[in-house]
């Protein structure tokens, strides 16, 4: 049985809203094990994208417990966070937030770079990356002179230069039209498969929902399993 990745147990996330209280997550158990990828689908407003920050260690639970690798992640210190984050996690976002002075071969070292890796031995890792992605040959060419599906996959190259064990993506296709959305979680679907990485994808696409392995339901501030059959 492969290792637990994520742990959460009985997690719960309040705002204030004037004199209100409002419970977007009222205690949420969540297992997800190493190679394993989740879909986490729900309405807009849901709290979808919450769950995945509290994971990602961005944001702070209000009761609960989250356990990453079987590190409770929201005792950490603000400065140890950060480096759980980079030796650990990847990011892919709807936007590629992608640093746009930088080529992409700079980018995607960029995380090696803040681990304290040099430049000569982080280059030559992330071109390795973009040539898993299919990018090797727009290595050197900057955002500006990509296009929307490239400019995602640079993104992905990104989260997965350091090895991580867990990539969170929060709506990673939205920004796409149809064809290159499914190329990007086919992408996914192989980087997975290559790598053993666990991914938890958060879409409102239920369709590409169903192409992972598992799929969870955030409604009213509780997971439920999804059935694709």
Do not use: W
């Not at 977007?24 to 158990?29: C, E, H, Q, Y």
């Not at 490239?150 to 990673?172: C, G, H, N």
């Amino acid at each position: 049985m492969n290792e637990l990745v994520i742990d959460c147990q009985k997690l719960g996330k309040s705002y204030q809203d004037g004199k209100a209280q409002v419970d977007v997550l009222k205690g949420v158990d969540l297992q997800v094990r190493q190679g394993e990828m989740l879909a986490i689908v729900g309405s807009s407003g849901s709290g979808k994208s919450t769950l995945l920050h509290i994971l990602g260690t961005l944001d702070t639970e209000s009761s609960g417990s989250v356990s990453i690798k079987g590190v409770q992640v929201g005792q950490l210190s603000r400065s140890k966070q950060a480096d759980f984050r980079n030796q650990n996690m990847g990011f892919i976002y709807q936007f590629h937030h992608l640093l746009m002075e930088f080529t992409a071969l700079e980018n995607v070292a960029m995380p090696l770079l803040i681990s304290g890796m040099s430049a000569k031995q982080a280059h030559p890792e992330a071109l390795a990356m973009l040539e898993r992605v299919g990018l090797k040959q727009r290595a050197s060419h900057k955002p500006s002179e990509l296009s929307g599906g490239e400019r995602q996959r640079v993104a992905i190259a990104r989260a997965l230069v350091t090895k991580p064990s867990l990539v969170l993506a929060d709506e990673p296709t939205g920004n796409l039209d149809k064809y290159n959305a499914v190329r990007i979680y086919e992408l996914l679907t192989q980087l997975n498969k290559q790598l053993n990485t666990s991914f938890v994808v958060v879409t409102h696409d239920l369709e590409l929902a169903a192409k992972l392995g598992r799929s969870v339901q955030l409604d009213d501030g509780l997971l439920a399993e999804v059935s694709h059959a």
